[in-house]
């Protein structure tokens, strides 16, 4: 398939604006810039499947490192239910072959490098005594800001020698499975909640508050390895408020991941407008 | 017809051709590394068995003939070798074997290549001179009183004495180019990420080295294009992506915008080679180049050296020891804060946050985009590979403790990255050509820069330099 070829879904149905659109940004935006277009041609490979049937799917609906409200996980469980019925093969066991809580660490610290570029000479300063204060091992959130923040470059180096063998196991993972569907967030939208600084904050998940900060995990499974992810609406809580999943797959395999996202539109749950927007 | 010196394009012909057997052209070169590499110690590893039963298999098969059919050649220490210990000049190195062939050399043997070696480097391939306590020291083919470079120099001084096709070699601070330089060959440091260095290594590693490279060695620009041609494939381990360099942009002189730098006040380069530059751009001329003896590309050069050593020391600062950290910690105490010496800037770097790295990195960033200005105006950049021909050995201390004299001035030896330094820190590809001799007799080469992904372009240069001014000479007395 060229990259400037549409995309021909085999169902009778016609495609709904919502699915275009979740196509269509690919097209448009991906490619090298400038200074690489030279050399680097992209050239996406097509959905692996069109349909569920055959599909292989690998599902996770929790960790503890990052406790996800029941309102996500029970959908979720009924999304692998349903994957199963319609002829795709699931797994909610299998999983790719690295450490995940370290990979989760590894994410934060050199997530919080990577943004380190905005910060002044007393700011890094300060995260440098906070992480000397703290023990090494100390896994917070906070613990890992301090050390992401005045982080050696040479520490991310051996920090990024690691990432990318995880990213090996993803590669090798997405050779047994076609995609890996997981939470993209611990709960529904929290409720607005501006006091204090973004790591002292907490949010309810099945009736209890935890570190808004953990379900950064979620966040750092698909990107800190540079993997696409698509997320499709999944349902609703009991409350009304729109829950999704998150649709991983292999590095440029984004076309796979979107067209699991159309064929969960057309036979799970399409886009609903909030109440009260027409 | 001696084989010798041949360009390996010419010797795959040989082979594909039957005039030559595999086995026999692969016995030629082995017996004179046999004979002859006592002289110069160059090839320091030798996988003779191996080798000789690839060749009769090609001998035998006949089917497939790729562009080096059975052309033998040999690999820098640094590559794994499959039963062999990649010690990069490391004693403690010496119990390790490598599993299996780097990535580079299995498709350089998927095209016909022999490898029957590996060549001699500095220790952790940090000089210009090849020398260390596993293998010995390595002697310029043209002057044994000279070194034939580094870290890619027993690689060089191999390819220049005849003791195989081409080369295979690596480059952070001009390790393919220098050598190249110092022994009269033609030599191509990729586009940065061109060419995936699976198997380049020390350890098993996962990630690429910032600005680090590799690439070929050769007696003709013609075959530096062949083993690019089946290098610079991603590595199917990580990418999906794929490369597809652009054609060069002239293939007369007629229609090519050449832009000649020479010489920079503050970076002492040796008159000799300036003056050679500034004949072959006379030359260029009245071949029908358009040339600029004035253009350059609009930044600081000395900033641009300064940031190439920072962005360096970041580079390896991954693998550097407890021991070499403290050392420079230390020196970097005492630094006083206007030295602005090579040496300086090294050890100021030393741990180098992620958020300075990251400044840093955005201005090399800035400067990419001044260079892919300034090769929208011009084809290619000619300028000296390095400030002198090949260094009388110097082995005594550390390479930043030494100096070096040019056009009787003194220099600190790190100085001289300069040349290196200002093209690579920004990923271009460069390709050198040999262009002269110094009176001494030692050659001295050019190099030609292109804009990111002008691999093809800058050595269709080093091609037409070959047809219209000077081809590979074989060093006297090799013969």
Same mark, same amino acid.
């Given at each position: 398939?060229?990259?400037?070829?549409?995309?021909?879904?085999?169902?009778?149905?016609?495609?709904?604006?919502?699915?275009?659109?979740?196509?269509?940004?690919?097209?448009?935006?991906?490619?090298?810039?400038?200074?690489?277009?030279?050399?680097?041609?992209?050239?996406?490979?097509?959905?692996?499947?069109?349909?569920?049937?055959?599909?292989?799917?690998?599902?996770?609906?929790?960790?503890?490192?990052?406790?996800?409200?029941?309102?996500?996980?029970?959908?979720?469980?009924?999304?692998?239910?349903?994957?199963?019925?319609?002829?795709?093969?699931?797994?909610?066991?299998?999983?790719?072959?690295?450490?995940?809580?370290?990979?989760?660490?590894?994410?934060?610290?050199?997530?919080?490098?990577?943004?380190?570029?905005?910060?002044?000479?007393?700011?890094?300063?300060?995260?440098?005594?906070?992480?000397?204060?703290?023990?090494?091992?100390?896994?917070?959130?906070?613990?890992?800001?301090?050390?992401?923040?005045?982080?050696?470059?040479?520490?991310?180096?051996?920090?990024?020698?690691?990432?990318?063998?995880?990213?090996?196991?993803?590669?090798?993972?997405?050779?047994?499975?076609?995609?890996?569907?997981?939470?993209?967030?611990?709960?529904?939208?929290?409720?607005?909640?501006?006091?204090?600084?973004?790591?002292?904050?907490?949010?309810?998940?099945?009736?209890?508050?935890?570190?808004?900060?953990?379900?950064?995990?979620?966040?750092?499974?698909?990107?800190?390895?540079?993997?696409?992810?698509?997320?499709?609406?999944?349902?609703?809580?009991?409350?009304?408020?729109?829950?999704?999943?998150?649709?991983?797959?292999?590095?440029?395999?984004?076309?796979?991941?979107?067209?699991?996202?159309?064929?969960?539109?057309?036979?799970?749950?399409?886009?609903?407008?909030?109440?009260?927007?027409? | 017809?001696?084989?010798?010196?041949?360009?390996?394009?010419?010797?795959?012909?040989?082979?594909?051709?039957?005039?030559?057997?595999?086995?026999?052209?692969?016995?030629?070169?082995?017996?004179?590394?046999?004979?002859?590499?006592?002289?110069?110690?160059?090839?320091?590893?030798?996988?003779?068995?191996? !080798?000789?039963?690839?060749?009769?298999?090609?001998?035998?098969?006949?089917? *497939?003939?790729?562009?080096?059919?059975?052309?033998?050649?040999?690999?820098?220490?640094?590559?794994?070798?499959?039963?062999?210990?990649?010690?990069?000049?490391?004693?403690?190195?010496?119990?390790?074997?490598?599993?299996?062939?780097?990535?580079?050399?299995?498709?350089?043997?998927?095209?016909?290549?022999?490898?029957?070696?590996?060549?001699?480097?500095?220790?952790?391939?940090?000089?210009? =001179?090849?020398? *260390?306590?596993?293998?010995?020291?390595?002697?310029?083919?043209?002057?044994? !009183?000279?070194?034939?470079?580094?870290?890619?120099?027993?690689?060089?001084?191999?390819?220049?004495?005849?003791?195989?096709?081409?080369?295979?070699?690596?480059?952070?601070?001009?390790?393919?180019?220098?050598?190249?330089?110092?022994?009269?060959?033609?030599?191509?440091?990729?586009?940065?990420?061109?060419?995936?260095?699976?198997?380049?290594?020390?350890?098993?590693?996962?990630?690429?080295?910032?600005?680090?490279?590799?690439?070929?060695?050769?007696?003709?620009?013609?075959?530096? !294009?062949?083993?690019?041609?089946?290098?610079?494939?991603?590595?199917?381990?990580?990418?999906?992506?794929?490369?597809?360099?652009?054609?060069?942009?002239?293939?007369? @002189?007629?229609?090519?915008?050449?832009?000649?730098?020479?010489?920079?006040?503050?970076?002492?380069?040796?008159?000799?080679?300036?003056?050679?530059?500034?004949?072959?751009?006379?030359?260029?001329?009245?071949?029908?180049?358009?040339?600029?003896?004035?253009?350059?590309?609009?930044?600081?050069?000395?900033?641009?050296?300064?940031?190439?050593?920072?962005?360096?020391?970041?580079?390896?600062?991954?693998?550097?020891?407890?021991?070499?950290?403290?050392?420079?910690?230390?020196?970097?105490?005492?630094?006083?804060?206007?030295?602005?010496?090579?040496?300086?800037?090294?050890?100021?770097?030393?741990?180098?946050?992620?958020?300075?790295?990251?400044?840093?990195?955005?201005?090399?960033?800035?400067?990419?985009?001044?260079?892919?200005?300034?090769?929208?105006? @011009?084809?290619?950049?000619?300028?000296?590979?390095?400030?002198?021909?090949?260094?009388?050995?110097? =082995?005594?201390? *550390?390479?930043?403790?030494?100096?070096?004299?040019?056009?009787?001035?003194?220099?600190?030896?790190?100085?001289?990255?300069?040349?290196?330094?200002?093209?690579?820190?920004?990923?271009?590809?460069?390709?050198?050509?040999?262009?002269?001799?110094?009176?001494?007799?030692?050659?001295?080469?050019?190099?030609?820069?292109?804009?990111?992904?002008?691999?093809?372009?800058?050595?269709?240069?080093?091609?037409?330099?070959? =047809?219209?001014?000077?081809?590979?000479?074989?060093?006297?007395?090799?013969?």
């Amino acid at each position: 398939m060229r990259i400037d070829e549409p995309i021909s879904l085999p169902i009778s149905r016609p495609v709904s604006p919502a699915a275009k659109a979740a196509a269509e940004p690919p097209d448009a935006i991906a490619g090298p810039e400038e200074i690489e277009a030279a050399g680097w041609k992209f050239d996406l490979a097509p959905p692996r499947a069109m349909q569920f049937q055959g599909l292989r799917v690998a599902v996770m609906l929790d960790h503890p490192l990052s406790e996800v409200d029941a309102a996500i996980t029970g959908k979720l469980d009924a999304l692998a239910s349903f994957l199963s019925k319609q002829g795709a093969r699931v797994s909610a066991t299998a999983r790719p072959d690295y450490d995940l809580a370290l990979g989760h660490r590894l994410y934060i610290e050199m997530l919080r490098a990577t943004t380190s570029g905005r910060l002044d000479d007393a700011a890094v300063d300060h995260w440098r005594a906070e992480a000397a204060r703290l023990p090494a091992d100390d896994a917070s959130y906070y613990a890992m800001m301090a050390r992401g923040h005045s982080m050696l470059h040479r520490d991310f180096l051996l920090g990024n020698e690691l990432r990318q063998r995880m990213r090996r196991a993803w590669a090798a993972f997405f050779k047994e499975w076609d995609v890996f569907l997981c939470p993209p967030a611990a709960s529904a939208a929290q409720p607005h909640d501006h006091v204090g600084e973004r790591w002292e904050r907490t949010v309810e998940v099945n009736g209890h508050r935890i570190p808004t900060t953990d379900q950064m995990f979620w966040a750092g499974i698909s990107c800190f390895f540079l993997l696409p992810a698509t997320v499709a609406p999944l349902g609703f809580t009991p409350s009304g408020l729109p829950v999704g999943v998150q649709i991983v797959g292999p590095q440029f395999g984004d076309r796979t991941t979107i067209q699991f996202a159309r064929l969960m539109e057309r036979s799970w749950q399409a886009f609903d407008p909030p109440p009260g927007w027409d | 017809m001696n084989p010798t010196f041949l360009p390996a394009w010419r010797l795959a012909e040989l082979t594909s051709s039957g005039e030559i057997g595999c086995l026999e052209l692969l016995d030629h070169y082995i017996a004179r590394v046999e004979r002859l590499n006592g002289r110069i110690n160059a090839v320091v590893v030798r996988d003779l068995d191996r !080798a000789r039963q690839r060749a009769r298999t090609l001998d035998s098969s006949g089917r *497939n003939k790729g562009a080096l059919f059975g052309v033998p050649m040999t690999v820098k220490e640094s590559f794994d070798l499959a039963g062999f210990p990649t010690t990069w000049g490391h004693e403690d190195r010496k119990p390790h074997r490598a599993e299996t062939d780097a990535l580079a050399v299995q498709r350089l043997e998927q095209i016909g290549a022999v490898v029957f070696g590996k060549t001699n480097v500095p220790v952790s391939l940090a000089d210009w =001179q090849s020398y *260390n306590p596993v293998y010995g020291s390595t002697n310029n083919p043209w002057h044994h !009183a000279h070194t034939p470079g580094g870290s890619s120099g027993g690689g060089a001084a191999a390819c220049a004495a005849g003791f195989g096709g081409l080369e295979l070699g690596s480059d952070i601070g001009g390790s393919i180019r220098v050598p190249a330089h110092y022994c009269g060959l033609f030599g191509h440091k990729p586009t940065w990420a061109l060419c995936p260095p699976r198997g380049h290594w020390m350890v098993n590693t996962a990630a690429v080295t910032d600005i680090s490279v590799i690439g070929p060695l050769a007696r003709s620009a013609r075959d530096l !294009a062949l083993a690019l041609d089946v290098i610079a494939v991603p590595d199917p381990m990580d990418s999906d992506l794929a490369i597809s360099l652009p054609p060069p942009r002239a293939k007369r @002189w007629s229609d090519l915008r050449v832009a000649v730098w020479s010489h920079e006040p503050g970076h002492e380069t040796d008159s000799e080679t300036v003056a050679l530059i500034d004949d072959l751009a006379r030359h260029l001329e009245t071949e029908g180049a358009t040339v600029s003896r004035t253009a350059r590309p609009e930044f600081d050069a000395t900033e641009a050296f300064r940031l190439y050593i920072t962005l360096l020391d970041a580079a390896l600062s991954g693998r550097l020891s407890e021991d070499v950290l403290d050392r420079k910690r230390e020196k970097k105490a005492q630094l006083r804060s206007d030295d602005m010496s090579s040496d300086a800037i090294f050890v100021r770097a030393t741990d180098l946050t992620h958020r300075e790295w990251l400044r840093l990195n955005e201005r090399r960033h800035q400067i990419r985009r001044i260079w892919t200005a300034f090769f929208r105006q @011009w084809d290619v950049l000619l300028c000296p590979v390095i400030a002198t021909a090949a260094l009388p050995h110097m =082995q005594e201390g *550390n390479p930043w403790e030494r100096t070096h004299t040019v056009n009787g001035r003194t220099i600190a030896y790190n100085d001289m990255l300069f040349w290196p330094g200002i093209t690579c820190a920004f990923h271009l590809p460069a390709s050198v050509a040999p262009i002269g001799l110094s009176q001494a007799g030692l050659p001295i080469g050019v190099q030609i820069v292109g804009p990111m992904h002008g691999d093809r372009t800058t050595i269709a240069v080093a091609g037409m330099l070959e =047809q219209s001014w000077r081809a590979f000479v074989p060093p006297p007395g090799w013969d």
